[in-house]
């Protein structure tokens, strides 16, 4: 079964990569890193796009794409499958976090320093958590959803060591993976709630080094801007369910028969 997700994960790489090569007018040196997340707010298989000047996932099974690039670092959040879009500043964006309740896993813990390795074939190293954080039982998700927490014991968390990235990239990541901000990319993060065995909640699969073309930061045309990003969380069988629900309660409504006088 890994080697069967091994495989397709490179496939996707290859494929993506292909459709830079092919239209790259304009292309900056970066790095495209491959990862599996189960914790963080944006779950599932990813790839990410890291230049010096911008960062853009990808997650082709949801649908969810986002983007952010200087100089106007301005978020912009898409869902190939509804054909929704959602932009915003992007410290706008992510000082809503606080007011929204939407605060990281790790926040309150203290972290030290650990040992050198080898994550995805790139040069990492190890954070370890020495303290942990206060336990909360819930949390919301940015689809506006509340997620249950256990109380943590430990985590680690390994960081690309020769990957930098702008400040404003390397915020976005520690808010939405729930880790501290250490201007580099989070590549392996392991964490063991209270009384249950470690678990693995992201994980990186493939990093390769690559030309990102400009048109990897350019908006998608047709979409259908909305108000609030947890709208573009919403899938395609819940948008259709409810635009259904809506058609319903929009139609006339049948006329009563008068009753029947004897």
């Known amino acids: 079964m890994k080697s069967r997700f091994a495989a397709l994960t490179r496939l996707s790489a ?51 794409n986002m983007f952010t690039k200087g100089p106007n670092w301005t978020i912009a959040i898409f869902n190939d499958k509804t054909k929704r879009i959602y932009q915003s500043p992007l410290q706008t964006w992510l000082m809503s976090f606080k007011q929204r309740g939407l605060s990281g896993r790790f926040d309150g813990a203290t972290w030290r320093r650990g040992k050198e390795g080898v994550i995805g074939g790139v040069r990492a190293y190890e954070f370890v958590m ?12 940015l689809n506006g959803k509340m997620a249950k927490f256990g109380g943590l014991s430990s985590a680690t968390m390994w960081v690309a060591a020769d990957i930098a990235t702008p400040p404003q990239v390397s915020d976005l990541l520690s808010k939405l993976y729930g880790v501290p901000d250490c201007q580099r990319i989070p590549l392996r993060v392991t964490m ?41 969380f919403i899938d395609k069988e819940s948008m259709d369910t409810l635009d259904e629900m809506m058609k319903d309660l929009d139609a006339p409504s049948t006329p009563r028969r008068p009753p029947i006088r004897r």
């Open 14 to 64: 290859l494929l993506g990569l292909c459709f830079f090569s092919a239209s790259a007018a304009f292309a900056e040196n970066g790095w495209a890193v491959t990862q599996m997340s189960k914790e963080a707010s944006l779950s599932g298989s990813l790839t990410l796009y890291i230049t010096p000047s911008g960062m853009r996932s990808m997650d082709p099974k949801s649908g969810l």
């Open 192 to 232: 063991t709630e209270i009384g249950k065995p470690p678990k693995v909640a992201v994980d990186t699969v493939r990093v390769a080094q690559v030309n990102v073309p400009d048109s990897v930061f350019g908006l998608p045309r047709g979409y259908q801007p909305v108000r609030q990003d947890s709208e573009i």
């Open 130 to 141: 020495d303290h942990p954080p206060p336990i909360r039982t819930n949390a919301k998700t």
